[in-house]
């Protein structure tokens, strides 16, 4: 490699990994194993996430929180705990960036997956209230920032490899790959907890059974670790490093010349991040509370609609490389908006209602959530497309989904589920807003 080659690369790329690029010179990497890369690692980030998210709802309200009045106002507790990881996740994205530019991409990822899934699975090492007091719920509440904080380095730019390589009326099609880890997390985490819930009486689950799912979680990260890595090292990301499409760029200066990107960026997927924790946290802990349908069955409803939703997410590709993906982000905030009244109705209209309700909701979801990171992604140049793309995601997944099942168990136990659904269409409302104003940009700027 050239000495002006090494110098391009210098800012995000160790001698260690140019090394390993070399290695890799003659094997070019496929659309097909780059795709399985970021669903891999998505679906590991996911993992993490959902596991403390079912968890939220189905442990710490009695282990972390068992002097709340009811069982309503310790899971409350529990969702304000639950959201600390999507503050930390922006400040997450600021150290990283710069360790990404001083230490290399494959540094960066390797120190925040090894954080994301230390941080999950010391939570499995956690006493209760009972044993440590309040310092029980302040260590819960370091892990939990310490997966937040993990998760703003774990962005790699392998989302935005695949775009690259994606023929010009396909860009539906690849946008909507990455998009499938986040049901497939969802389903491996359902399905674990819902196997332990159902195999072991209330007390063994509380003692002991709950913990397995976060060792789980380091397990896959370090699979999912290796997997990034592999392709971080291939000769395709080197030259994209070198073009400066995939160099992790200073905040300030993104800020500074795409700052309107960024805050309208943010908007644009509020429909499908509104929903994103209404139909898999907020609904588990309602149904907790009001119901008598046991967690372990819903569980597996949820385990149902997520498989739905993964259908939704490939469709969404097809659809949106059809009609265009602006079109398509616009119809589903429309059909959003639609289900935000249908949705308290469901949830009421006991066992059949729920399930209705979950899987419509999945399937809603996935039609949005499948083009939600492309659409957010392609408003910014190639230059700056990774540090954007990550600025903007935090962002909005903080206004979005962050205090999601906070506010809407919150607004559901004072007022009734109809302000759940009014919530979910202020995320649907935001999205149109957001279409209509970045045209609308467009327009004038031509």
């Not at 159902?198 to 002991?208: C, I, N, R």
């Not at 992604?377 to 230059?383: C, L, Q, V």
């Amino acid at each position: 490699m050239s000495s002006v080659t090494q110098q391009s690369l210098g800012p995000s790329s160790s001698s260690m990994e140019r090394d390993a690029r070399r290695i890799h010179d003659d094997r070019p990497v496929s659309a097909g194993n780059i795709a399985i890369g970021v669903v891999i690692g998505r679906a590991a980030e996911f993992f993490d996430f959902f596991v403390y998210g079912i968890a939220s709802v189905v442990v710490f309200p009695q282990l972390f929180f068992p002097f709340a009045p009811d069982r309503l106002t310790a899971t409350l507790y529990s969702f304000a705990i639950f959201s600390l990881a999507f503050i930390a996740r922006p400040v997450g994205s600021l150290v990283f960036m710069a360790i990404d530019r001083t230490y290399g991409r494959g540094v960066k990822l390797t120190i925040a997956l090894f954080l994301l899934g230390g941080s999950t699975a010391s939570i499995a090492f956690l006493p209760g209230y009972e044993t440590l007091g309040g310092w029980a719920i302040v260590m819960l509440a370091i892990c939990r920032l310490g997966q937040g904080f993990a998760l703003g380095g774990a962005w790699d730019g392998l989302a935005s490899l695949l775009a690259l390589n994606a023929p010009q009326h396909h860009r539906g099609w690849y946008a909507m790959i990455p998009q499938l880890g986040a049901p497939i997390g969802f389903m491996l985490a359902s399905a674990l907890f819902a196997y332990f819930l159902m195999s072991l009486s209330e007390a063994d689950f509380l003692g002991w059974g709950w913990r397995y799912p976060f060792f789980v979680a380091f397990a896959i990260n370090v699979v999912a670790l290796f997997t990034r890595l592999r392709l971080v090292m291939t000769k395709e990301f080197g030259t994209l490093l070198e073009e400066h499409e995939l160099q992790a760029r200073r905040v300030t200066e993104v800020l500074r010349l795409h700052g309107r990107n960024v805050l309208i960026g943010a908007f644009v997927p509020l429909a499908s991040f509104a929903l994103f924790h209404l139909v898999t946290v907020f609904p588990l802990g309602w149904v907790e509370i009001y119901t008598d349908h046991g967690a372990s069955s819903f569980l597996m409803v949820q385990f149902v609609g997520a498989f739905c939703g993964i259908l939704a997410i490939v469709a969404s590709g097809l659809v949106a490389d059809r009609i265009g993906r602006r079109y398509h982000l616009g119809v589903c905030a429309v059909l959003i908006a639609i289900f935000s009244f249908i949705a308290p109705m469901l949830l009421e209209a006991g066992a059949t209602g729920r399930n209705a309700f979950v899987i419509v909701g999945f399937s809603l979801l996935g039609l949005s959530f499948g083009q939600a990171a492309g659409a957010v992604a392609s408003r910014f140049g190639r230059a700056y497309r990774y540090t954007g793309a990550a600025l903007t995601s935090d962002l909005s997944w903080l206004i979005g989904a962050g205090f999601a099942p906070l506010v809407a168990l919150g607004l559901t136990s004072r007022f009734g589920l109809a302000f759940a659904g009014y919530y979910l269409l202020s995320g649907a409302l935001c999205t149109v807003a957001a279409l209509i104003f970045s045209k609308t940009l467009e327009i004038n700027n031509d």
